[in-house]
């Protein structure tokens, strides 16, 4: 799935859900569609993708199995003609379509399939983050067509995540002695509508389609992939791509905080019309969806020695003033977050509901916490004191955050100052955003700003927040909890939707108590900007993330 949080930096990988939905009958096709990345793809291999624009530019080229509708959430045939469940769950059968090519005209086989989980199992192929969806699995192939996928234990998701499996083709593969760091990674050999032209890096990557596509004949691709070329022009500053948008150098971008508020509904008012029908050349609107599609915070480093305690991480979500890192960050474009699963969906606990549970801005607790902790202030210091490694030091630590985004820059600066009048000196460190990709995925931060998708309709909590998932994973803060260990294993083995849905609640209790993350805020919408001459049938999916672009047409 791929996510839109213009303002976060790290993002959800969620096996099978894959959207679509239906454009107008008689769309018509050809021309060219000009989009944005905001940095270089660092591979276009779908299990070895981690930022959002390797996800998004690899799903560019190659498709899963099955796909989930948008907005029905059911399965439709993509790669797979057939899917049929055992009755006891633990294997599930696929046949695949005889008709599904890869871009050099060899079919889509077994073979693929077997390659690409091989691959993604091998503890040497940097496919951890996927790798945990698939534990317990084992493939088995019956013909060069059908196979099937086996499972010990079967879990909640298990059909989806197979579902979603998304392969790889094998000949273009099977001779590189190390997959991770394979040139072919930028050279696709894919199954999608589009096939790449040309890429420059730092520069414009740019596909055309395929005429004659094999998947033009499924209902599940009917009016979709319409244009002839698609440009991804890479614009790391929004700024940047603001500009751009307004000159008609790209046809769509999605929009900061400030450039929604003071510019499309301020000062560019007169060039923005409210609907693709406004008469004006621009249109900018909310696109909402039905769930919370993203959320941020600040990310802690729990192997940090002052970090790992928990009277220190409570002490720092007292020094937060939500309401300005709301209204003055996020320019009031966002509410409150208290929960990694939506804070206003079934995932979230009555408990968190309730203001008096939430933390507060509260200086006087703050410090009250870190008394508690061992740590003084002493007449004509600013900051409190504490030994650390044989030696007495300030209490300091590095905040990181995107040097693009200047709502991260407003909200940096509203902790630096709340932090220092409580004792805490504040280190303010921006970092490019694949600079800033890489100090998360090698924990080389202390606290961080750092964003997610909000997991999926029904999330699974392994890839954040499982101690498994510390090492090569997404828990970039080193959260570790036998209990939620142990709850997430439940929840994943639940078929129950509503004992799940207490046992997200409990994790999600324990993860506001426990502080990995100091939680704070989420958005059920995409502020987005479009050039008047795409069209399209549907602008989001009800459980999308972000606008149908598949769907745009001219």
Sequence with gaps: MKLIPILLLSFLIVPGSFTRAESPTGASGGGAFTDSLGMTPLTLVPFLARDAESMDMASQFYLPLFEKDGDTLKDSPVLASKVVVSKDRKETFYELNSGARWSDGTPVTSDDVEFTFRKIMDPKVDAAVLRGFFEGVTFRKVDGRKFSFQVAEPKFNTLSVLNGFTPVQKKQFEKEADLNKSKEGMRPVGNSPYVLKSLSRDQVIVLERLPGWWGDTLPSFRNRFRFKTLVFRIIADPTLRYEKLVRNEIDTSTLTSDQYVNQVKGVDSGKFGTSRDSG???????????????????????????????????????????????????????????????????????????NSSRYSYDPKKARELLLQDGFRQEPGQAFFLKELNGKVQPLRFVFKFMNESPAQQRVAQILKESFKKAGIDLELRPEDPGVMFQSLHKKEFELAFSGWGAGGVQPDPRQLWASSSIEGGSNYTSFLNASVDEMIRQANVEFNEGKREKLLQKIGDILYEQVPYVFLMERDFVLAALHSRIQSGKWIRKYGTDLAKDLFYE
Aim: charged share 20%; hydrophobic share 45%.
């Design 280 to 354: 004006k050349t621009l249109w900018a609107d909310r696109f909402k969806t039905a769930r919370a599609l993203s959320w941020a915070g600040i990310a802690i480093n729990l192997k940090h020695p002052w970090l790992s305690s928990l009277n220190l991480r409570k002490a720092l979500a007292h020094l937060v003033n939500y309401e300005d890192v709301i209204q003055k960050g996020f320019m009031g474009t966002a509410s409150r977050c208290v929960s990694p699963f939506g804070s206003s969906g079934p995932y979230v606990s009555d408990h968190l509901k309730a």
